[in-house]
């Protein structure tokens, strides 16, 4: 110690204060007053700037142009189906309704039968048997007609003949169709089927198996 004492100056203590205050002093001095635009690529230390010190601009400034666009890829699977929906509301009933009569009971040349219904437009068709036991030739005619309504066909006449002999009755169907429009608060639809004027006066036609039907429908059109 005395020896290292002994070597001490004035000189060398103060050299030595004054490096200290350089190496020191000077680097906090060099970090207050560097310059605008004087730290550069080798003043930086590598890895030191990082995304997160980047201004979002900076960010922006980096990225290139959008690029084309890819292939499609392949269709994925069906997903599964979903639940079924709630029922809708019922509609209101649409105008087709239907109005049927049979009557059996048979009567001589003239035979009528008839069925109510409300006002509408209708399709009706009717038919009925016809027979004679005469080999004298007659007619047998049916019409269908309705109250107070337009008739579109509704008429069609039968000949009747017995073939005599082992055959001594002739029958034959009669029949008819017509479109009939019933206004006001409804209506009748009426059937009748007579024998014919044309042929042999004497002769008695027996009508019998009477079937008449009325459909009503939306629209009523002819050609």
Known sequence: MKRLLGKLTYSNVISTLCLVLLLGGGTAYAAAHLGKNTVGAKQLKKGAVTPAKLSKAAKNSLQGPKGATGATGAKGQKGAAGPQ???GATGPRGPSNAYYIFDNDQ??????VSINVPAG???ASGSMWASVTSEERTEAECSLTGTGSPIEGGFSDQTLQ???GAEP???NTLHTEAGIII???GGTITLTCKKGSEGAPAVTVALYQA???ATR???LTTP
Not at 107 to 112: A, D, H, L
């Open 211 to 213: 079937r008449l039907i």
């Open 217 to 219: 429908v939306e629209t």
């Open 121 to 123: 437009s209708y399709v």
């Open 162 to 164: 017995s073939a005599g």
């Open 85 to 87: 929906g709630p029922a």
């Open 107 to 112: 009567k001589q040349n003239t035979k009528t």
């Open 169 to 171: 009755f002739g029958y």
């Open 183 to 185: 206004g006001g608060s």
